[in-house]
């Protein structure tokens, strides 16, 4: 068997034990939604708060399930996840007009996959007469709208950053991005090509070009967080919240680096978020270990005794299979396709389920959510989970179509 027919077969069959994964387990999601990881690697019901019941759609990951449904949708055309996937469409824009839990840039996350993406997919239905399918797709563009208006009053002036977490007036968080904004930018991207309106693309531009400029360290290594004074735009300190310390790599937040400069490269044409992307790239791959998953932070390796993060290696996986896509130098792109091939190898080997032989309704092992809190560490988790069948994807059907 050729190294390709090899690496056919292997997404294959993962792909396969993932699809029985998500048929079994993307309806009951729907209906009340998981917790952001799995406890001994089950999902429980996302806890109640003083304002929501167990199983509410509340906080960042819930839209990861929706996500998953639709992909499995497109690989299986199975009607329970289509159907999973409105239920999901449809809590999602009650979400926005009720004005529940959106004190967050997770906008972007949230409804590029809960909404715009079902928009896309369910088009074609719709237009060929479908009434549900049209009613999906205009509630999905309203609600994605909406989100995105929301997201655009977090846009801080004279800094011109999105402020990442809680109320404008808070003190702790006035003026602090962090690098998995960039993932978000995409709902605003689709909003400027749905309106015509620039003031979206003027965002995104304005945003990325100051994560560009201080989240990227000097020795291509990121900050996870940064902050601006919100009053005169100064740029003030990187520091973290879920690395080591402030001056080491989460891997995760490197990962986001990788895929949301290349997404946003894409959006603006700026070839100084190509070279971001690349930097982001070049420095994850030379801090892999042997297994080519990383730790939770890059400053680990073998040998270390810290938890992998399955996580950091999938959301990878996609950011540089679209770096490879994307890129202009054959030799760079070459590198990047390979170096993804050989991360997917290393997760479908010897961390899922399926490889380790256990029961789990994560479709991917050992992630890290905040190890210095001790919060989802060596568990699945949400995105950990959408982003390797993402990545499984990409991989089995190049002509796919990205939700970002």
């Given at each position: ?160 950053i999105v402020q990442a977490w809680g109320d404008l007036t ?202 210095p809190k001790g919060n989802g560490v060596d568990e699945g ?24």
């Open positions: 068997m050729t190294s390709v027919d090899e690496l056919t077969t292997l997404v294959g069959s993962a792909l396969d034990d993932a699809c029985a994964s998500v048929l079994g387990t993307a309806p009951a999601f729907a209906d009340r939604y998981p917790d952001d990881t799995t406890r001994d690697n089950l999902y429980p019901v996302r806890p109640a708060d003083a304002t929501h019941a167990a199983g509410a759609n509340r906080g960042w990951t819930t839209s990861f399930p929706a996500g998953i449904a639709w992909l499995g949708w497109e690989l299986t055309g199975d009607a329970a996840l289509r159907e999973a996937g409105l239920r999901h469409l449809r809590d999602f824009d009650r979400r926005v007009r009720e004005g529940d839990d959106l004190e967050t840039h997770d906008l972007g996350f949230l409804y590029t996959l809960a909404c715009v993406a079902p928009s896309r997919l369910l088009a074609p239905a719709a237009d060929a007469g479908d009434a549900e399918a049209a009613a999906a797709v205009a509630t999905g563009r309203d609600a994605a709208l909406a989100a995105a208006d929301h997201l655009m009053g977090r846009l801080l002036e004279p800094a011109g808070d003190p702790a968080q006035r003026g602090r991005t962090i690098i998995d904004s960039l993932m978000n930018m995409p709902l605003l991207t689709w909003a400027g090509r749905q309106t015509g309106d620039p003031r979206y693309d003027d965002a995104v531009r304005r945003h990325t070009a100051q994560l560009r400029e201080h989240i990227l360290r000097a020795d291509d290594s990121t900050f996870h967080t940064f902050y601006w004074d919100a009053a005169t735009g100064e740029p003030l300190r990187g520091a973290t919240e879920q690395g080591a310390f402030d001056d080491s790599c989460w891997s995760r937040g490197q990962a986001w680096g990788i895929y949301g400069f290349t997404l946003n490269h894409e959006a603006t044409g700026d070839p100084l978020l190509l070279d971001a992307a690349r930097r982001c790239a070049d420095y994850f791959l030379d801090h892999l270990p042997a297994d080519a998953v990383p730790f939770w932070d890059l400053a680990y390796g073998d040998g270390s005794g810290q938890p992998r993060d399955s996580s950091a290696a999938a959301i990878a996986v996609c950011g540089l299979h679209e770096l490879a896509r994307v890129e202009a130098d054959p030799d760079r792109a070459e590198r990047y396709a390979a170096q993804a091939v050989r991360i997917l190898r290393g997760l479908v080997a010897g961390y899922t389920p399926t490889a380790e032989g256990v029961a789990s309704d994560a479709l991917l092992l050992h992630s890290v959510y905040d190890a988790s949400l995105w950990g989970d959408y982003f390797y069948l993402e990545a499984l994807v990409r991989h089995a059907r190049p002509e796919w179509v990205r939700y970002w």
